[in-house]
């Protein structure tokens, strides 16, 4: 059974940073391709950034420059590190990945970006 489980969220300052992280289960981890996805307020979920199996990444415009993610197999955990955070930023952060066709998510994690 896949299990995603995001931590790390909280309220930040704009121009501040926070390091989301997801622990997986029930996957052979090192095979998968993992992803952030976010969705605020009134809008719909949006990839924010994927990685592969072999750590080649891709990223939204919106956060080029300003997110990384990375995956440490490991300890089956993938992380988003996110700087330079603006009030569009704000949005519950998702875990995803894909197995035999069905996408998995994690419950999320909130970041709010407030002075």
């Known amino acids: 059974q896949v299990h995603l489980v995001e931590s790390g969220g909280g309220l930040v300052q704009p121009g501040g940073s926070l390091r989301l992280s997801c622990a997986a289960s029930g996957i052979i981890f090192a095979l998968k391709a993992m992803n952030w996805y976010r969705q605020a307020p009134g809008k719909q979920r949006e990839l924010v950034a994927g990685?592969?199996?072999?750590?080649?990444?891709n990223y939204a415009d919106s956060v080029k420059g300003r997110f990384t993610i990375s995956r440490d197999n490991a300890k089956n955990t993938v992380y988003l590190q996110m700087n330079s955070l603006n009030n569009e930023d704000t949005a519950v952060y998702y875990c995803?990945?894909?197995?035999?066709?069905?996408?998995?998510w994690g419950k999320g994690t909130l970041v709010t970006v407030s002075s």
């Open positions: 990685i592969t199996s072999s750590g080649s990444t």
């Open positions: 995803n990945t894909r197995q035999r066709d069905l996408d998995y």
